[in-house]
């Protein structure tokens, strides 16, 4: 909804001066293929239509960030207007229209911008193409721009711990920390966070295994990757791990080592990934979920977890546990049932959260302090 009041001077009819407020609530302020989201604040808009100044404080609502989608872009047919039309164009609208039709900017051109954006939760930066990520923001955001000059955004903005995540080699990594720096246009937009992935192992419920951890740094379109592993361990290991679950030495793609995956199961779990974000995206926008996810959740193997915000603060989700196939071995300790995990976010830097189900009940608290 979007409420606006104030004038408008007709004087002169070629450039009226503008100063007018509004008050947005869940307002849909973009549906594009790259650009999805709403906002609730305050605007204000002064100056005229040749040179509009607009400045406010927006916190945005449900958002989502798309980089890489492969959409199409968007056609426009380009029209030759005759002799004629031209002088038709001058009867109705005056000369000087056609004198400053190749000179005027477009109109998002002309604004002089000065936003602060609040990026309060709900906010997903969602990239397409390899390595794909899907990473829940928090933070602010200053956005800035002088007429006939690109937009600049300036501030920090942090992945939200075990929110999100990053696809590599097709495993799912559960984000772990870092930050987005924005200083100036987008092309400057630098990443710099963290994941990590247990790899599944055959030992009991306290046997944390294998740990790879990836750091994700540089732009958005040309991210490195760093892997580090827990223990530690060569890097043909660590990559073999991702992939098979196996070091490098076991090499079981050619071969069934102790009880491991074979390379066919190996293969289906890597397509069962392309599969997750493909359902992931239609049930996030059919059901009106925040997180859809079917990833390899170390003990528990393959894990459907699907969770959104129920309040404000408050955030629920559930995991549930996949058998595929009818020879499934459970292992000793564990529980094949749904678990559920509550999350309540007393603060910026302090988090709540509670787990129960087929897990040990458990209650955390989270904060965070920069220094």
């Known amino acids: 909804m979007l409420t606006a009041q104030g004038t408008v001077r007709l004087r002169p009819l070629t450039d009226p001066s503008l100063d007018l407020t509004a008050d947005l ?7 594009s293929s790259s650009l999805q989201s709403v906002a609730s604040g305050q605007l204000r808009l002064r100056g ?63 604004f002089r911008l000065d936003l602060d954006l609040r990026l309060p939760r709900r906010v997903w930066f969602r990239r397409r193409t390899s390595p794909k990520a899907d990473i829940e923001l928090s933070g602010r955001i200053r956005l800035r721009q002088e007429p006939g000059q690109p937009m600049q955004f300036f501030g920090r903005v942090e992945p939200v711990p075990g929110r999100g995540s990053l696809d590599v080699y097709g495993r799912e990594f559960r984000l772990t920390g870092g930050e987005i720096t924005l200083a100036g246009p987008t092309d400057s937009t630098r990443l710099d966070v963290t994941a990590q992935y247990q790899v599944p192992t055959q ?35 660590m990559l073999s791990y991702i992939v098979t679950g196996k070091p ?82 459970q292992t000793p300790g564990a529980n094949l049932g749904p678990s559920f995990e509550l999350e309540y976010v007393a603060q910026r830097w302090l988090r709540a959260n509670v787990r129960g189900g087929s897990v040990p009940p458990r209650f955390t608290l989270r904060s965070r302090y920069a220094y």
Do not use: C, W
Request: hydrophobic fraction near 35%.
């Open 25 to 31: 609530k869940n307002f849909r302020i973009s549906h």
């Open 48 to 110: 005229t239509t040749g040179a509009p100044s607009l400045t406010g404080r927006l916190t945005m609502g449900r958002t989502d960030i798309i980089v890489g989608g492969g959409q199409a872009a968007a056609t426009v047919e380009k029209v030759e207007l005759t002799p004629e039309d031209l002088r038709q164009v001058a009867r109705q609208f005056g000369p000087g229209v056609l004198a400053r039709a190749g000179k005027s900017p477009g109109l998002v051109d002309r």
């Open 203 to 237: 030992g009991g419920p306290d046997d944390e295994g294998v740990l790879i951890d990836v750091a994700a740094k540089g732009h958005p379109d040309s991210l490195q990757l760093e892997f580090t592993g827990d223990p530690e361990m060569s890097q043909d290991d």
């Open 248 to 329: 490098a030495s076991d090499n079981p793609l050619t071969e069934r080592a102790g009880g491991g995956e074979s390379a066919g199961e190996m293969g289906a779990q890597v397509a069962l990934s392309g599969l997750s974000q493909n359902l992931s995206s239609a049930a996030e926008e059919e059901l009106g979920l925040d997180v859809f996810q079917i990833q390899q959740e170390g003990l528990h193997g393959l894990t459907l977890t699907a969770g959104r915000y129920v309040g404000s603060r408050v955030f629920l989700s559930m995991h549930l546990p996949i058998e595929l196939g009818g020879d499934v071995q």
